[in-house]
């Protein structure tokens, strides 16, 4: 999971600003997720993307806003229009097959506090 | 689609105890359950996993069983250490959301010495 990386750490946000999370890989996955985390709730999905140049609404994808131009790089705006942003934010990754043992790996996350 | 039911929420033993976490899942078409452990501040790591056509996997403390009928897995971890507190993750691959994982609530386990 060395090989994932994501930036910056902390993300300090006013309201009303658009802000851009990072999310680079280089271990020639085809599959990247993007999670949210809040105490008690789990990771919930918010887009993930199969392949470059695709991606698809996961269960909280509202207020949310991706894209995949490079296999080694999925940036997740958050926008003005999510409600409560304040969360921790990972980006995991993996080959993305479905009939085979394939471990998802995970970045290290950003903490992102709306002020 | 899938969803994921962990419990418990919180798990307090003593050091050597052992620790038991269990998950259900809804989609039968789900074939892949890993485990993941999170320590306080850090990315969730991967302990152990199974596939679907597998009852049971073992690996040193920890192992994973699964009942496919009744649509449950749980994560067994034997003679607990205090490193062993963290919050575990149970998860589900269901096609539904591509290779993406369904991941349960999570258990927050501590351990004492």
């Not at chain 2, 320590?39 to 496919?68: H, M, Y």
Request: charge should be neutral; aromatic fraction near 10%; include cysteine.
């Amino acid at each position: 999971d060395g090989g994932i990386t994501q930036s910056p750490k902390y993300l300090f946000r006013k309201e009303g600003q658009n802000v851009t999370l990072s999310c680079e890989q280089n271990l020639n996955h085809d599959a990247m997720y993007w999670y949210r985390q809040d105490p008690g709730q789990g990771l919930r999905l918010i887009y993930y993307s199969q392949i470059v140049n695709d991606f698809q609404k996961g269960d909280i994808a509202e207020g949310y806003s991706v894209s995949r131009e490079k296999k080694e790089s999925f940036p997740l705006t958050v926008t003005s229009a999510q409600k409560n942003p304040t969360a921790f934010y990972l980006c995991a990754s993996n080959r993305g097959d479905f009939y085979v043992t394939d471990t998802q790996y995970f970045g290290p996350g950003t903490r992102l506090t709306v002020l | 689609g899938e969803n994921v039911e962990q419990h418990p929420s919180t798990l307090s033993v003593q050091e050597g105890d052992s620790a038991v976490i269990k998950c259900t899942y809804s989609d039968s078409a789900s074939n892949y359950f890993p485990w993941y452990k999170q320590e306080l501040g850090k990315r969730p790591q991967l302990i152990i996993d199974i596939r679907s056509n597998v009852g049971e996997k073992k690996d040193q403390r920890i192992a994973v069983t699964l009942n496919k009928t009744a649509k449950h897995f749980s994560l067994h971890i034997t003679e607990t250490q205090p490193e062993d507190s963290a919050v575990y993750f149970c998860a589900a691959l269901a096609n539904q959301a591509g290779t993406a994982l369904i991941f349960g609530k999570g258990t927050t386990l501590s351990v004492s010495s």
